[in-house]
């Protein structure tokens, strides 16, 4: 059973009109993040929350919010997406901080018309 | 800026022979190490982790760490054309509250039937 699920796997969006992008975790762990992964490009991390507390990463784009309401979920928000914003979205999950390496979800594909 | 340098390829290698894949990292203090295998349109799935210097084994994988070369290696023993993918290396992030990964582009490997 996938322990951390991502939806939509494929999401159309226009350009400048926002988008959320879904994460769910059955795992109860405490760390969450979200990775951008542009074509042949290595994922690269946007920011994380460990529990409630919000990590982002210096050079994410102010575009790029990120919601925790509990433990489980995680929401990924682009305000304003444009065509640059177009890749595959990864969330990954870990125990504790200083833990990460090894759940990741199956991803979300945005497509930015 | 802390990288993970990978040789992008394509890796092309016969069917049943050895396929290595090396990775180079430039945070001396990094610790964790990790090797994911991804297929196109896919999300990384882990397939080795190591910790300490040396080797370690898993099946087909042998994972390999040198901390003082500052270098992380994979091999695949009797390939499979099932191998073929991308296969991206990862260091977790430390010090100064970062968590995460930090990931190279990868290498993308070819088995040749």
């Known amino acids: 059973d996938a322990m951390v699920i991502q939806n939509p796997r494929y999401q159309v969006t226009q350009f400048g009109k926002p988008v959320t992008l879904s994460c769910s975790q059955t795992?109860?762990?405490?760390?969450m993040y979200w990775y951008q992964q542009k074509s042949s490009q290595a994922p690269k991390l946007l920011f994380h929350y460990y529990d409630k507390d919000f990590n982002n990463e210096a050079d994410t784009p102010d575009n790029f919010q990120s919601r925790r309401p509990n433990t489980s979920f995680c929401f990924l928000d682009i305000r304003s997406p444009g065509l640059g914003d177009a890749a595959m979205y990864l969330c990954?999950?870990?125990?504790?901080?200083?833990?990460?390496?090894?759940?990741f979800g199956a991803g979300t594909r945005l497509s930015v018309l | 800026q802390k990288e993970v340098e990978q040789n992008s390829g394509p890796l092309s290698v016969p069917e049943g022979a050895i396929a290595s894949l090396n990775c180079t990292y430039s945070d001396r203090v990094s610790q964790s190490f990790f090797w994911y295998r991804q297929y196109s349109g896919k999300s990384p799935e882990l397939i080795m982790s190591?910790?300490?210097?040396g080797d370690k084994e898993d099946g087909r994988f042998t994972a390999q760490l040198n901390k003082a070369s500052q270098y992380v290696s994979l091999l695949i023993r009797d390939s499979q054309p099932s191998d073929s993918a991308t296969y991206l290396c990862a260091v977790r992030r430390s010090g100064g509250g970062a968590d995460g990964l930090t990931f190279g582009k990868g290498t993308h490997l070819i088995i040749q039937p």
């Open positions: 795992l109860n762990h405490n760390v």
């Open positions: 990954a999950t870990a125990r504790n901080q200083g833990q990460a390496g090894g759940y």
């Open positions: 190591i910790y300490s210097n």
